[in-house]
Every structure is written in C-alpha cells, then in structure tokens.
C-alpha cells in the first residue's frame, strides 16, 4: 500500500520517535507552543460572542498586567492568591522576580508544567507553601537533587510530577522518603533513577499511581513495590530492562488497575505473575516481542479488563484458544501482532467489547464475521490489514460504532454502502487509494461526521458534492492531488471546520484562500505543494482563531506569512515556511 498512504504513515512514525524533550510535542519551539496552548491549564473561560468577562477575571487579568507592582500576596484569601499565580502562569508572565510576591500564600497547587526558567533558586518560595502544599507538577524544569531538599516541611504534599527532569538521581528520591502522604509520583525519562534509588518507594505507603516511563536504569527496582498495597496504576513503558524476574514482584499489588510495561524483555513467563490482579481494567504490552499467544492463558484470569494493547508483541495463531474467556473484557487493542483470520472466532464471545483495534493484524473479509455480534463496539480499528469491500458488510449491524479506521486497507466504492447504516459514526478514516469519488456518495447520510480523512482516497471536484452536507465535520483532509478551486466550493460552507488540509492538491490556487475565507473557526489549515502564492494571504485575515498554517512549496515565504501574523493573525503560533 504505497503513494501517499504509506508516506504519511512514515512520516507519523518517525516524528513519533523522533520527538523533543516531550513526547507532547515535536521540536519546533512555536509547534512545542502550539500542541500546549490548546490545553494549558488557567483561569480563563472561553466566552461567547458579546459576553462580558467577569469582574474577577478582569483583575486577574489587570493585575498580571502590572505584576511589578506588587511585592505581597499573603494576605490575600489563599483562592486569589491561586488565580492569580494560574493566571500569570498562562500569561507567561510569572519570574523569579514577581514570584516573591507569592511568599506564604498557602497555595496549595502549583502548576509549572513547562514553564521556562524554573530551576532551584525557585524553590525557596515555593517551600514557603508548607502544609498547604498538596501539589505541584515541575515538568521539564532545571529542579536538580538539592532543590528537593527544600519539599522536606510540605508534608501534605499528595502530588508530584518530575516528568524530563533528568538532573535528579538516586539521592533527590532519597530527600523524597519523608512525604508519606505522596499519592501520585512522576518521574518519565530519566536515565539516573536506579534500582537502588527506588527503595525511597517502599515507604511512601499511600501511592495510587507511579510513572517511571523511560527510565532505562529500574531493574531490578520493582521488588521495592510489593509493600504498596494501595497502588493502583505503574507505567513502566519503554524500559526495556524490565524482565520477568521485574513483573513476580507485582503478583501481589492486587488493587492494580492500570499497568502499562511497553517494549520491555518480559515473556509469556512474566505474564503469568499478573493472574491474581483482577482488578486491573488496563494492561498495555505494545511492543513487548518476547511475548506470544501462550500469555493469553494468564490473561483470561484478568476478567476486569477494559484495555488491553498487545501491539507489536510476537502473537501466533496457535495458543489462542484461551481468548474467549475473557467475556468482561471492555476493550481490546491488538495492533501488528501476527495474527491470521481464524483467530477472530476467539473474539466472538467478547460481547461487551466496546473498543477493537486489530490495527496491522493479518485479518481479511472472512475474519469479519466474527465481528457481527459485537453490538457494544463503539471504536474498530482496521487500518494496515487486509479488509476490503466485502468484509464491511459484516459490520453493517454494529450501529453504535463511533469510530472506524480503515486507512489503508483495499476496501473501494462498492464497500462503503455497507457503512451507510451506521449513523452514529463520527470519525471515519478512509485514506485508502482504492476509495474515489463514487464510493462518497454512501457517505451523504452519515450527517454526524466530525471527523473525515480521505487523505490518500482519489478524490476529485465531482467527490467534494457528497461532503458539502456534511456540515458537523470539524476535521477534513483531501490530499489525493485531484482537487482545484471548483471543487473547494463545496467546502467552504462547512462552518464547523477546525482543522483542514488539502495539501499535495498542486492545481490549487489563490481562490482555494478566498473561498474558505469564511470558515472563521478554523485553527488548522494545510494547503502546502499547491500554487498558493503571497498575494492570496490577504484573503486569510478573516480566519483569526488560526493557530497553524503550514504552506510549504508554495510561492509563499516565511517573511509574508510574518507580516501577516503580526497585523491580522495574532493567534498564529505555527508556520511553515519559518
């Protein structure tokens, strides 16, 4: 499944593993602020057209404004205080400086979460919180083992979170041991915490959930878990020392809820330590290759299973036959596991499943069948097997389906009328070369649509008619490369549109801009490999709430784009070309 499909597959991956400093968010500064910004934490309340702000919020604000001003919050009602440090928080306006003024303001969180310039000397104030500190999230900051020392007289601490902080160690966990009323604890990619550093955990009895997430050096560290009966959740993904001598030392955490232990070298062996856990609801082993269908046994003990990912681990048809008894499961992932169409027959009984990703599997039409009785399914992942046309009419009675990917499988035209029924859909990814203008028409009664990705589909003018009734849809990609302005026409009443990308359309010109001039909600448009030229950047002024644009191999260059932020677009944080 080559063209454009497998490209975009490609490039998804390799951004994936290639990331920044968090996995939120790729490298470019203004994309890292544009992936945060849509959901940063703070006081403000998204308000409708002509609503007045309230008079508090409109203090807050003032107040940020002229933060130099005042040198002391303390006596202040401690929930004013708090808004006041969310507010210049998500006003970026918070320094070393003005955080003076927050001195014994018995705050009790403090959210600084990838907030530049946070380091050590930072910890003096906010120590000064004390027993009214319950929480405090210090991702991706300068905090080294010495500012740690400064939490020892928070004792109330429930909350801590030191995801990318790589300069702590062994020895900052050890100024740690005292916070016994610790709940959640974060530590994801640090390469200095060992397993000698984690028997600080045996005595934070009350944790609920641990997140040692890339934390290469831990082997051997979970033995120092078996006292904390009342943990719930443990993410140890991508920590590929962990074995199964790792895993006999969660046998006994039975109010485990949540496990996730992806790419690590544990075995079937190591699966088999988890049959008294029944609590748990989710178990995520993507990526484990040591593991094969024999682990299924141990899992049919785990009946209280709402997820469960076995993507990327080394499944086989044989050592199946346990797979049905897992009648409570909720929800199963099983994504580029080697597993053949007989398999399926083994979900049959899986009747409250409500989420089933078979994401890569080697499954075609016949498997399908099995599926019919599924009727709780709400999410079906399809994409990369080899499902076409004729196993679709196998899903036609499953109508509470929401989701379902079928991005590059063979299903064509004739395939989709099978999905005509199903009008509780709301995202459907058809990026499939095999799906063209024909095939769109079973779309028409489909109006709950919010989410429509023809990326790779050979969509031309003539396509775009059965879309225009569409008009729920906030996310529309159409990058076959047979679309021009005419077709364009019947996109651009699609008012709830957020995100649109008609890229790879190089017969697009300057009327694409003027004609979705009017789509003033959109936040994402890509029309880049098309003859958009500076000249038509005028008609994108309208589009205020316009945070990505991305116009690359265009006749357009970064110093227009610019000048167009600056006087019309002042939301605009991510650009191509920059």
């Given at each position: 499944m080559g063209?454009?499909?497998?490209?975009?597959?490609?490039q998804?991956?390799?951004?994936?593993?290639?990331?920044?400093?968090?996995?939120?968010?790729?490298?470019?500064?203004?994309?890292?602020?544009?992936a945060?910004?849509?959901?940063?934490?703070?006081?403000?309340?998204?308000?409708k057209?002509?609503?007045?702000?309230?008079?508090?919020?409109?203090?807050?604000?003032?107040?940020?404004?002229?933060?130099?001003?005042?040198?002391?919050?303390?006596?202040?009602?401690?929930?004013?205080?708090?808004?006041?440090?969310?507010?210049?928080?998500?006003?970026q306006?918070?320094t070393?400086?003005?955080?003076?003024?927050?001195r014994?303001?018995?705050?009790?969180?403090?959210y600084l979460?990838?907030?530049?310039g946070?380091?050590?000397?930072?910890?003096?104030?906010?120590?000064?919180?004390s027993t009214?500190?319950?929480s405090?999230?210090?991702?991706?900051?300068d905090?080294?083992?010495?500012?740690?020392?400064?939490?020892?007289?928070?004792k109330?601490?429930?909350?801590?979170?030191?995801?990318?902080?790589?300069?702590?160690?062994?020895?900052?966990?050890?100024?740690l041991?005292?916070?016994s009323?610790?709940?959640?604890?974060?530590?994801?990619?640090?390469?200095a915490?060992?397993?000698q550093?984690?028997?600080?955990?045996?005595?934070?009895?009350?944790?609920?959930?641990?997140?040692?997430?890339?934390?290469?050096g831990?082997?051997?560290g979970l033995?120092?878990?078996?006292?904390?009966?009342?943990?719930?959740?443990?993410?140890?993904?991508?920590?590929?020392?962990?074995?199964?001598?790792?895993?006999?030392?969660?046998?006994?955490?039975?109010?485990?809820?949540?496990?996730?232990?992806?790419c690590?070298?544990?075995?079937?062996?190591?699966?088999?330590?988890?049959?008294?856990?029944?609590?748990?609801?989710?178990?995520?082993?993507?990526?484990?290759?040591?593991?094969?269908?024999?682990?299924?046994?141990?899992?049919?003990d785990?009946?209280?299973?709402?997820?469960?990912?076995?993507n990327?681990?080394?499944?086989?048809?044989?050592?199946?036959?346990k797979?049905?008894?897992?009648i409570?499961?909720?929800?199963?992932?099983?994504?580029?596991?080697?597993?053949t169409?007989?398999?399926?027959?083994?979900?049959?009984?899986?009747?409250?499943?409500?989420?089933?990703n078979?994401?890569s599997?080697?499954?075609?039409?016949?498997?399908?069948v099995?599926?019919?009785?599924?009727?709780?399914?709400?999410?079906?992942?399809?994409?990369?097997?080899?499902?076409?046309?004729?196993?679709?009419?196998?899903?036609s009675?499953?109508?509470?389906?929401?989701?379902?990917?079928?991005?590059?499988?063979?299903?064509?035209?004739?395939g989709?009328?099978?999905?005509?029924?199903?009008?509780?859909?709301?995202?459907?990814?058809?990026?499939?070369?095999?799906?063209?203008?024909?095939?769109?028409?079973?779309?028409?009664?489909?109006?709950?649509?919010?989410?429509?990705?023809?990326?790779?589909?050979?969509?031309t003018?003539?396509?775009?008619?059965?879309?225009?009734?569409?008009?729920k849809?906030?996310?529309?990609?159409?990058?076959?490369?047979?679309?021009?302005?005419?077709?364009?026409?019947?996109i651009?009443?699609?008012?709830?549109?957020?995100?649109?990308?008609?890229?790879?359309?190089?017969?697009?010109?300057?009327?694409?801009?003027?004609?979705?001039?009017?789509?003033k909600?959109?936040?994402?448009?890509?029309?880049?490999?098309?003859?958009?030229?500076?000249?038509?950047?005028?008609?994108?002024?309208?589009?205020?709430?316009?945070?990505?644009?991305?116009?690359?191999?265009?006749?357009?260059?970064?110093?227009?784009?610019?000048?167009?932020?600056?006087?019309?677009?002042?939301?605009?944080?991510?650009?191509?070309?920059?």
């Amino acid at each position: 499944m080559g063209g454009a499909c497998s490209r975009k597959r490609d490039q998804q991956d390799e951004e994936i593993l290639n990331r920044g400093v968090s996995g939120k968010y790729c490298k470019s500064s203004s994309s890292k602020w544009l992936a945060t910004s849509f959901t940063r934490p703070g006081f403000v309340v998204q308000r409708k057209n002509g609503e007045c702000p309230t008079l508090m919020e409109l203090c807050l604000r003032k107040i940020g404004e002229d933060i130099d001003r005042y040198s002391k919050f303390s006596d202040l009602p401690r929930d004013i205080s708090q808004q006041i440090f969310d507010e210049l928080v998500y006003s970026q306006r918070l320094t070393l400086k003005s955080l003076e003024a927050f001195r014994d303001c018995a705050i009790q969180d403090l959210y600084l979460g990838e907030y530049p310039g946070v380091n050590d000397d930072w910890m003096d104030v906010i120590s000064s919180q004390s027993t009214s500190l319950l929480s405090v999230d210090f991702s991706e900051s300068d905090i080294t083992d010495s500012g740690l020392a400064y939490l020892k007289g928070c004792k109330n601490l429930e909350s801590l979170n030191f995801n990318f902080c790589d300069q702590i160690s062994d020895h900052g966990l050890e100024l740690l041991s005292g916070l016994s009323n610790l709940t959640s604890l974060s530590f994801r990619r640090n390469a200095a915490i060992t397993a000698q550093g984690m028997r600080v955990f045996s005595r934070l009895v009350n944790l609920k959930k641990l997140d040692l997430e890339k934390c290469p050096g831990i082997r051997g560290g979970l033995v120092h878990l078996r006292g904390l009966t009342k943990l719930e959740s443990l993410n140890i993904k991508w920590c590929n020392c962990i074995t199964d001598a790792d895993m006999e030392s969660l046998s006994g955490l039975t109010n485990l809820k949540s496990l996730q232990i992806c790419c690590s070298r544990v075995t079937d062996l190591g699966i088999s330590y988890l049959k008294g856990l029944s609590k748990l609801s989710l178990l995520n082993l993507e990526g484990c290759r040591l593991i094969s269908a024999a682990c299924l046994e141990s899992l049919s003990d785990l009946t209280g299973l709402m997820f469960l990912n076995l993507n990327r681990c080394n499944f086989s048809d044989s050592g199946c036959e346990k797979f049905a008894e897992l009648i409570n499961l909720k929800i199963l992932n099983l994504g580029l596991n080697n597993i053949t169409n007989s398999c399926l027959v083994h979900l049959k009984g899986l009747t409250k499943l409500e989420s089933l990703n078979l994401d890569s599997c080697r499954i075609g039409d016949a498997g399908l069948v099995h599926l019919s009785g599924l009727v709780r399914l709400k999410c079906l992942e399809l994409s990369d097997t080899e499902v076409g046309s004729n196993g679709l009419r196998h899903l036609s009675g499953l109508t509470n389906l929401e989701n379902i990917n079928l991005s590059f499988t063979v299903v064509a035209d004739n395939g989709l009328r099978k999905l005509s029924g199903l009008t509780s859909l709301r995202s459907l990814n058809l990026d499939a070369r095999h799906v063209t203008d024909a095939g769109l028409s079973a779309l028409t009664s489909l109006t709950g649509l919010t989410h429509l990705d023809l990326f790779g589909a050979r969509i031309t003018d003539s396509g775009t008619i059965h879309i225009r009734n569409l008009k729920k849809l906030e996310s529309l990609e159409i990058c076959g490369g047979g679309l021009t302005d005419a077709g364009v026409k019947n996109i651009k009443d699609l008012t709830s549109l957020m995100f649109l990308n008609l890229s790879q359309n190089s017969n697009l010109t300057d009327k694409t801009l003027e004609l979705i001039s009017g789509l003033k909600g959109l936040m994402s448009l890509n029309v880049s490999n098309s003859r958009i030229t500076s000249s038509g950047l005028r008609h994108l002024k309208p589009l205020k709430k316009l945070r990505s644009l991305t116009l690359e191999s265009c006749k357009v260059t970064a110093f227009d784009i610019r000048k167009l932020q600056s006087t019309d677009l002042p939301n605009l944080v991510n650009f191509r070309p920059e």
